[in-house]
């Protein structure tokens, strides 16, 4: 199951309603301080139960009442679990809501069939036995007036479109049946009406049997059940140490190390016991037993170069090392990646969370206490990691962003002026650019490069949109590079820090004059041609990024541009980009020349660009088809040129 979208509305800070799309693998949740990120995590988290919202957690100052949702996209794996109700095969998404009281609501993206022909029947049937003197005899005072009672509900309840009546109701039918019945079992005279309350007694009954067995009921109730959890990986779980003394921590030991400990099947406090007595052979048995279960338990899961850990204990004072499969040879877990260590510690925290199928990871503050080469391979490690269906994270940090900047970013912007903020699905949704935000965070136009492959594009549109298309092209989740703007902008300095780290830095230009000019500046100084890629890759054409998108997608946005920022010239001009007016490439400044001649503002280009990834991040294909080959060789030079396997 795959999450798509989520909604928060008078949740703390978010006073209006935030639709948010959360259906990349990666998602990095960024803002200033107190803008709301955390709380965005916890609303999330508040999906997990029925538990009412608490009123501390409601939109202050606003007459509302806090509503939650998230909509997921169901895999085989889900079709097959609900393909013994009735037409569940239609269903491909689905929506839980929950609202202050806890209540929550299952919404399907199609109607399933419940036969109502039954409750119909049964209105005629009880209209038919409602005045026989026989019911109003039998039986005490209190029963024959509950029975009269159930009979009159029922008939007004038989009439509802509602396609579930509800579990009390469905008693009340069956307990309704069974007295029917068993009033005419144990009468001791018989009457003509005997044989007629009998069936309806059992119509009833049948009835109950057809109402539990009601397929949109069923299909929500499973699904509801089977739902992916959000489960919160706290900074204690994820700070797993090269070594902990177990006598310091008796009792009391790091939720990092027992969650590595419970996946080892190790008890901690009997190891102790065994480290203090000087039973070195119990200590051997548990510490080799321990190793050998997290092999098994490794070999599950991705794991980088086939790393595990092993534990080992001197005196009281227990161990991390790691162990490479193919070699047998141990080194410190310190000298390994903070990725792997991440790594190391998710899968235990995981297996203690019992977090089953397709969790959806939160991380508060993912960057805390990590360097930004750290950062950098934490990312390449969430990147590429299968425990987790989705990971959605905080940070505060340059270093510590996705890799596809345009769909992997979800600002959050803070209106103090009503003390509240907006969570936006991408940077450069509403056109602020290089907004102070971005700033604020140090995304300055090389910020993004620290301690990563980075293929360097003449601006932000690079950054947002390729991506996107390359991903399309090649049909991968996550490139394992990232794309960066600024050439557009560099300066020697600039330059001289991204050519320091050697073998780490691409670039990318137009095929255009001014695409050329880069790539001969950049050659001048000293810049190595195999490290310059570019959209002709060998053709003659001066092929621009935008020439890449398929034209008629590329046509859509930007009428979908001019609409949504110039609505009102879009109305009085009453003109619309068609595919006939854009040459075969050069799309950009063709469209800014249409734009004059129909006395339309300039389409902004990093607005565009964004609308192109939502529209990819959406499903939709926006790769131009005859173009490519063109993509995938940019990743194949991208690839090869750092050394990604």
């Known amino acids: 199951m795959e999450l798509r979208n989520a909604s928060v509305h008078c949740y703390r800070r978010f006073a209006d309603p935030s639709n948010i799309r959360l259906n990349e693998n990666l998602i990095a949740v960024v803002g200033t301080n107190e803008a709301g990120k955390s709380s965005f995590l916890d609303a999330l988290e508040e999906l997990n139960s029925d538990e009412p919202i608490s009123e501390y957690d409601a939109t202050r100052h606003k007459d509302c009442q806090p509503e939650l949702s998230v909509t997921f996209k169901l895999d085989e794996d889900d079709q097959a679990k609900l393909s013994s109700i009735e037409g569940a095969e239609n269903i491909s998404e689905w929506t839980l809501t929950k609202d202050a009281d806890g209540d929550l609501t299952v919404a399907l993206d199609t109607t399933l069939p419940h036969n109502l022909e039954p409750r119909r029947n049964a209105i005629k049937s009880l209209e038919n036995i409602e005045g026989i003197e026989l019911l109003d ?3 005490g005072r209190k029963k024959r007036k509950r029975r009269s009672s159930r009979i009159k509900k029922l008939q007004e309840v038989f009439r509802s479109d509602e396609d579930y009546l509800g579990d009390d109701t469905i008693e009340t039918i069956s307990k309704l049946g069974s007295d029917l019945v068993e009033v005419i079992k144990q009468s001791d005279e018989s009457t003509e009406h005997d044989n007629e309350i009998i069936k309806v007694g059992q119509e009833l009954k049948k009835l109950a049997e057809h109402e539990k067995q009601c397929p949109p009921h069923r299909a929500r109730e499973l699904l509801k059940q089977e739902r992916p959890q959000f489960i919160s990986f706290t900074e204690e779980d994820r700070q797993l140490k090269n070594q902990y003394d177990l006598e310091k921590h008796s009792g009391n030991y790091p939720d990092a190390l027992e969650n590595l400990a419970e996946l080892a099947d190790l008890d901690l406090d009997e190891l102790l016991e065994a480290a203090e007595n000087g039973d070195r052979p119990r200590v051997y048995t548990l510490t080799t037993d321990a190793t050998r279960k997290l092999e098994s338990e490794f070999s599950k899961s991705w794991v980088q170069k086939e790393v595990v850990p092993v534990i080992d204990i001197d005196d009281t004072v227990l161990h991390l ?14 000298d390994r990646s903070d990725g792997l260590r991440w790594f190391i510690a998710l899968l235990a925290f995981l297996n203690t969370k019992d977090a089953g199928e397709d969790p959806v990871l939160l991380v508060d503050e993912a960057e805390q206490h990590l360097s930004y080469d750290a950062q950098a391979s934490l990312i390449e490690v969430l990147e590429s990691q299968d425990l987790a269906n989705t990971v959605i994270y905080t940070t505060h940090s340059a270093g510590c962003l996705p890799s596809d900047l345009g769909r992997g970013i979800r600002p959050i912007i803070p209106d103090e002026d009503e003390e509240k903020s907006n969570i936006k699905n991408g940077f ?26 980075v293929l360097i594009g003449e601006g932000p549109c690079e950054c947002i949109l390729l991506p996107s298309l390359i991903r399309g092209a090649t049909g991968r989740t996550e490139l394992k590079y990232q794309v960066a703007p600024g050439l557009s902008t560099a300066d020697s300095d600039d330059l001289g820090d991204l050519l320091s780290e050697s073998g780490r830095t691409a670039f990318i230009v137009d095929g255009d004059e001014a695409g050329n000019e880069y790539e001969e500046g950049l050659i001048g100084r000293g810049v190595d041609e195999e490290q310059i890629f570019s959209y002709n890759a060998g053709r003659d054409e001066p092929l621009v990024l935008e020439d890449l998108v398929d034209l008629e997608v590329y046509v859509e946005a930007v009428n979908e541009e001019l609409g949504y920022w110039q ?6 001009i009453g003109e619309v980009l068609t595919p006939d007016n854009l040459p075969d490439h050069g799309r950009d400044n063709a469209v800014q020349e249409w734009c004059e001649e129909q006395g339309y503002a300039p389409v902004q280009k990093t607005t565009l660009a964004q609308r192109l990834a939502d529209k990819a991040g959406s499903g939709e294909d926006i790769v131009n088809p005859a173009r490519c080959e063109i993509l995938v060789e940019i990743d194949r030079q991208a690839r090869e040129y750092f050394d990604i396997e």
């Open 137 to 139: 005899d039998r039986g």
């Open 428 to 453: 450069w949704r509403e056109g602020e650019g290089f907004s102070p935000l971005m700033m604020a965070m140090g995304l300055s136009s090389f910020a993004f490069t620290v301690s990563r492959n």
């Open 567 to 572: 609505s009102d010239s879009f109305h009085d």
């Open 321 to 334: 090392h790691t162990q490479t499969q193919d070699e047998h040879r141990h080194s410190p877990i310190e």
